[in-house]
């Protein structure tokens, strides 16, 4: 589900509707992982200078900076940025072509909020964690060949050439996740407005503890990785050309291998054959003896890793951080009638409540 927020029929801070916005963004960034998997790491487009031929333009970012910010340039010129959730990386992009749309104003409207951008912070990670970990396979492939035809050391893992696919793919996915992190901007203020007196003597107390509790639903995350493991076994499963789950034989457990790693295989399998084999009996359940599993395009763990390590806490930062600025520029009487909204939970030691100060 796409939130279209010209569409003002349904409300745009329910809850369940933003969260299917988000459940429909793992699709994306499975998706996009899938893609950029089937490249090696290609370390050449995150580096800066590399590229004698950029530096001579007077670019002295990397080549997928510079990816970004043509790519974004031309977004920008066609209004992509006036829309409440989606955040540029780049900087000084040209104004839009066309008047802005009147977006209902959904967000809190202070600079401090709106103006929100934690995609430097998404760049750097996916370029120095995120990368590296989804292009393994592709990137042990191609140092196994290179030392095949003698190339040995750094220059075994220099690149397979696709700086133009790698980067493209790498700017599809660093939009949907920054799309899916910035998304917390959405989340807090559905929180907020459903019970403002119980986020006030927190964002009044600057207490980013306190807020990280009250946006976190375990559950809801817990909710998160099982779905993303479900459905990174049915994405990535690589079907032939008999249209049949691809398999090979089972891993044989190694002690090299880490138990997760092999345990990650039988559930997957489980996974993956349970929920797909159809009730004709046409497909084969592979049970925990089979000698073969199917064969998958990503890992499945390093999916359920990306989410839970990453995108999830940097989701929980941005709600955070917004909730902290919600109360900005609001007068004593404002936050006051706030506290009196909704049911607050005693805050511990919130014996007197705190004096209001409006910065
Ligand atoms: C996004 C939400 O807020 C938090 C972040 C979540 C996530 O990033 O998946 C899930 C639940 C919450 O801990 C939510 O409540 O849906």
New binding site residues.
Partial sequence: MQQNFMDTREDPLS?DR??NV?IRLEDTIIFGIIERAQFALNPRIYQRGAFKELTDTGFDGSWLEWFLKEIETFHAKARRYTSPDEYPFSKDLPPPLLPSLSFPKILYQHPNCVDLNVNPSILSFYTRTVVPRITHRATLELSARNRAKGIIGDAEYEDDGNYGSAATIDVELLQAISK?VH??KF?SES?FQSNPAAFVPHILRKDRNALGDL????A??RA?LNRLGKKASHYGADIGMDGEVKKSPKAVPRRRLSTSRSSQVDTQARDLLKADSPPTGAGTLVDDDADEHPEWKIDVEEVKHL?EKW???L??EV?VEYLIHRLDGLTEEQINALRQQGDAQPTEGSLQPPTVTTS
């Fill in positions: 809850l933003i969260r988000l899916r998304y917390g989340v929180k946006i976190t639903k375990p809801v995350e998160v989410y995108i999830i806490p989701t929980k709600e």
